[in-house]
């Protein structure tokens, strides 16, 4: 335990003295516009073997290079691909976390599940909560502590539970989430390199998302079953409650307030209708093969409903969360929605004064020819080494992960790989959905270990509210295991589905 804590210490010495990640991006600018003058006075370019056409390096200082970057900026951040779908998405998503339906559609996940059930039960429902994104956190950790407390069992397991389920699984889920949204976006701007015409939709590594948030439950539930269970219990007795005053959803005597009102559970079961009711108009709507809603010739892969998902799924979270609202008496009038909509936008403020910088940085990284260089040359090499998909594969999955243990925001790691192995995996005649879904699991599985994270210092709030003397080390000894199996079974589960070629998502084919 002592040699993890110096790793995690250094690990956490070493994170803060990065910079924001806006002034990161600014910073990582500044040194392509060194590296673009270098290469582009050395004359460095590299054939395109996709076009048989020398691709040239091109300096950012030079007179075409700022002229690009002040004229260019504006159409460079309206232009982002991340951009207008996460804000569409999160227009809706606003709806349904503002009326209480992504609430109590957690709490009715776990209220009335029994005992045996309980951690597959809050280790998925931590999957589903990834439409909530960083909400999720607040909203299940907590939720988990008291669930499991109010089933007999330890709150510290299900306070980890939630919590590994939230972080370490955080790119698989269900259901399609913003993330799904971002990604997409930054992996169809690198690909760009490649292909100007390739599209990389929120719904390319959904069978696979969907597939791993089953797969990651139940490695979340044998591990902890197996290995925590043992660990909690040999932890020295501790009393519950260091001062005797109730947590936050609990009363003074120390029940739970797990259960749903009647209110809650009459706008849920509207809410399920209403789904229901959607869905079956957009289907009913596409059975006839001239549908406006088909794609041309009748294609269902190529429909304006995959292509424009993001608009169908902010009206669909919209819509559930004014009948729910409607319902449980959070949404009282027609003004409500705007205003909701509005909240959630300010919620949003700081990613996109992030995505300003982010889409600077890829811009000038396309314009330099730094990327698309860099991509041929280095596909070039693993050609020449005789590397396959599949080590390139476990090369991402251990770079990303080491990455991830200091930079724990997965938009903003994304962006800053995916313009180098998006392309010249490409080359190596690789998907980008496939690389796309490699680094759903770097970017994850170590979100649960670093200090790095706001989280994890909130969990460990959370934890020691019913174990004063928990620290870094009694968490990290606890998420460290569903960590490194999470890991090595999610990492499987992809290789397996490379083998047997299984699409990754509608028309999102893995190799």
Request: glycine share 10%.
């Amino acid at each position: 335990m002592s040699a993890l804590l110096r790793v995690l210490g250094a690990v956490e010495r070493a994170g803060n003295k990065l910079p924001h990640p806006f002034y990161l991006f600014a910073i990582l600018s500044a040194f392509l516009a060194l590296i673009s003058w270098g290469l582009a006075t050395a004359d460095v370019s590299a054939v395109d073997p996709s076009t048989d056409k020398t691709v040239a390096v091109r300096s950012l200082i030079s007179v075409d290079g700022v002229r690009s970057m002040i004229s260019d900026a504006i159409t460079n951040y309206a232009t982002f691909p991340p951009l207008g779908t996460i804000l569409v998405v999160m227009l809706g998503v606003a709806v349904a976390d503002r009326s209480g339906l992504l609430a109590a559609t957690l709490r009715a996940g776990v209220a009335k599940v029994p005992a045996g059930w309980m951690t597959f039960a809050l280790a998925f429902t931590s999957m589903v909560a990834h439409i909530a994104s960083d909400a999720a956190y607040v909203a299940l950790v907590p939720l988990g502590g008291m669930a499991f407390r109010a089933v007999g069992r330890s709150p510290l397991l299900g306070i980890v539970v939630a919590f590994v389920g939230v972080s370490a699984g955080y790119d698989a889920s269900p259901l399609i989430t913003p993330m799904d949204a971002v990604l997409s976006g930054l992996t169809t701007a690198a690909a760009h390199t490649v292909d100007p015409g390739y599209v990389v939709t929120p719904l390319s590594n959904y069978f696979f998302s969907l597939a791993s948030s089953v797969v990651l439950a139940a490695v979340i539930t044998f591990v902890t079953e197996k290995v925590l269970v043992k660990r909690v219990a040999a932890l020295p007795p501790e009393p519950e409650e260091a001062d005797g005053e109730a947590t936050e959803g609990e009363t003074a005597t120390g029940g739970v307030e797990l259960a749903l009102a009647p209110e809650e559970r009459r706008g849920l079961r509207r809410a399920t209708v209403a789904l229901v009711g959607f869905l079956a108009v957009i289907v009913v709507a596409m059975i006839p093969t001239g549908s406006p809603l088909r794609g041309e010739g009748g294609s269902i892969v190529e429909s304006p409903v995959l292509s424009g998902i993001a608009v169908v799924l902010g009206l669909l979270f919209a819509l559930l969360g004014a009948v729910y609202g409607r319902a449980a008496g959070t949404v009282r009038g027609g003004r409500d929605i705007p205003d909701f909509m509005a909240q959630g936008m300010r919620d949003m403020a700081p990613i996109l004064v992030l995505f300003f910088a982010i889409s600077q940085f890829l811009a000038y990284f396309k314009w330099t020819g730094v990327g698309q260089v860099l991509a041929i040359r280095g596909a070039d090499l693993l050609k020449d080494l005789g590397v396959t998909g599949p080590v390139a594969f476990l090369g991402i999955v251990v770079v990303c992960t080491v990455i991830n243990l200091a930079m724990t925001s997965g938009s903003a790691m994304w962006a800053l790989v995916a313009p180098v192995f998006v392309p010249m995996l490409m080359l190596l005649h690789i998907p980008p959905e496939a690389t796309q879904a490699v680094y759903r699991i770097a970017d994850s599985c170590t979100n649960a270990i670093t200090p790095m994270s706001a989280y994890f210092v909130m969990a460990l709030g959370f934890l020691q509210r019913y174990r004063r003397s928990a620290g870094i080390g009694t968490l990290a000894s606890l998420t460290l295991p569903l960590s490194l199996a999470m890991l090595v079974a999610w990492t499987l589960l992809f290789y397996v589905w490379w083998a047997l070629g299984i699409p990754l998502g509608p028309g999102a084919p893995v190799r």
